[in-house]
């Protein structure tokens, strides 16, 4: 069963696809992980991964959407068969519902956080208070499983609801209301980190390369990170591409995307750093950055509550608009698969995914460091989910890189790029070498870092990607390649 529905406008899928890449990717992940790492030598690997690898498999998971016009789990079905190549390409779909639960899961948890945050900021309750104070506050809300899940039940509600409004009166009329407030806000805060923080270090961390000083796991997160950033590789982009106009072009709305994606997290990081290092605070804060490191920035500036609020509000609208995109490919999937209503569907996503979401309220606080889950897999539930979203993310994107460039045909692909033939030939290029092998680089450098058990894991799986396209057989007139 088709879906048959189209946006509204032809501009829809470009904002629909912004809303989703802009998130907590950006304003809370990218800048924690570039302190953390180093600065510039992380932002290097990261926006090298989004321009040669993220932007061609991202025309190419839009085309995928558009090509099939279905959820990607019925949509990967569809494309093997009519296409007839080997059914093991439909993991693509599976893996990326997988990938979809696993983030929805932190991320409402996360995007929580900035409830309470944007609460105390606005009421005032922060001015003024000292370093102690304040990191005693993020402790305590960390301590108590109670706030935390009350925060993360109200955001997955919320964005449960827009996704049940349907795509047309929930998805695109929020977005519009929401995304230009978002970069309206976003330039505030910039204008106000120069005005009181020190603009020349932040732009000095971020663009200082050596890479050097990039661990092995360092290059695992840029990876990981530039394929979260812009949502690739677990179809929140090829069930948005399955509603884009068929004469919309793929390449530019692709670019479009990953460009506003990059200047965003770069203007956030420049704010971000500039008011940490202005106030003489410490990059290396980790997941903590946003919500200790900078709201002591601001308790120490003029109108700092109310920028600060103003800036958390820009933190839970992005990701509101982020979250939405990892409901709807489930829940499109759940309607044409069982034939149940959309809010019946959105249900039952939702529902599982605020039930995982508990493990990462618990990794906080019962089951911190020392329980039988760090024992056992040597780091919290939150950092597991989050290190198999590095994995699975970059796998799912690979798979719908060999897929898009070995499975299907060139005329095939050529059909729905309606390019020119060298900037085809380019993107092929792209999809059928580069990226792959970009993927496995990274992904041998730095796996064995990582713990032992995963490496199995992995392994069997990228084996049995290989064995697809191996077992790729030709259809009626499939002879040419
Ligand atoms: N891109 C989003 C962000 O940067 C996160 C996301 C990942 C959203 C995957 C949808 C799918 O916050």
């Given at each position: 069963m088709s879906t048959h529905n189209v946006w509204t406008h032809k501009g829809t899928f470009l904002l629909a696809a912004i809303g989703s890449a802009v998130g907590l990717g950006n304003l809370w992940r990218f800048p924690y992980l570039t302190g953390e790492n180093g600065g510039g030598a992380f932002i290097l690997v990261y926006a090298l991964t989004i321009f040669a690898v993220g932007i061609p498999i991202l025309i190419a998971e839009t085309m995928l959407g558009r090509a099939s016009r279905r959820s990607p789990i019925m949509g990967m079905r569809f494309l093997t068969r009519t296409h007839g190549t080997?059914?093991?390409?439909e993991s693509i779909g599976w893996l990326g519902a997988a990938s979809a639960f696993l983030i929805l899961s932190f991320y409402s948890v996360i995007a929580g956080w900035a409830i309470h945050y944007t609460w105390q900021m606005l009421t005032g309750?922060?001015?003024?208070?000292?370093a102690e104070a304040i990191g005693a506050g993020f402790d305590a809300l960390l301590a108590s499983p109670g706030l935390l899940t009350f925060y993360h039940s109200l955001f997955i509600i919320a964005s449960g609801l827009i996704v049940g409004m349907g795509i047309h009166k929930g998805i695109e009329n929020g977005l519009r209301i929401l995304m230009p407030a978002l970069f309206a806000i976003l330039l505030v805060v910039l204008f106000y980190g120069i005005a009181n923080g020190d603009f020349a270090a932040a732009a000095g961390f971020l663009f200082t390369?050596?890479?050097?000083?990039?661990s092995l796991e360092g290059w695992l997160q840029a990876m990981g990170q530039s394929f979260f950033t812009l949502s690739l590789g677990m179809g929140a982009i090829m069930a948005y591409g399955a509603y884009m106009p068929s004469d919309a072009s793929l390449s530019r709305t692709a670019f479009a995307v990953a460009v506003i994606d990059t200047a965003v997290a770069t203007v956030a990081g420049l704010a971000i750093f500039s008011l940490v290092f202005g106030a003489g605070l410490?990059?290396?804060?980790?997941?903590?950055?946003?919500?200790v490191t900078l709201p002591l920035a601001f308790a120490e500036m003029p109108f700092g509550g109310l920028v600060g609020g103003v800036f958390f509000i820009l933190v839970l609208g992005a990701a509101i608009s982020s979250s939405i995109s990892l409901i709807e490919p489930v829940a499109a999937f759940l309607v044409e698969r069982f034939d149940l209503t959309r809010p019946q569907a959105v249900f039952a996503m939702v529902l599982a995914s605020w039930a995982l979401g508990l493990l990462t309220v618990v990794s906080f606080n019962t089951w911190a460091e020392g329980s039988l889950f760090h024992t056992l897999f040597g780091r919290s539930a939150f950092d597991f989910i989050e290190l198999l979203t590095n994995i699975f993310m970059p796998l799912g994107g690979l798979l719908i890189a060999l897929f898009a460039g070995w499975a299907l045909t060139y005329s095939e692909v050529m059909k729905e790029m309606r390019t020119s033939e060298t900037w085809f030939q380019v993107w092929r290029f792209l999809v059928r070498f580069v990226a792959p092998a970009a993927v496995a680089f990274v992904f041998l450098r730095s796996?064995?870092?990582?713990?032992?058990?995963l490496l199995p894991t992995v392994g069997a799986l990228i084996i049995v990607g290989a064995f697809a396209v191996g077992r790729t057989y030709p259809g009626k007139g499939r002879q040419e390649r």
């Open positions: 080997y059914r093991a390409w309750t922060l001015v003024g208070a000292d390369f050596n890479l050097g000083d990039l410490d990059a290396a804060a980790g997941p903590g950055l946003m919500f796996i064995p870092q990582v713990e032992g058990y």
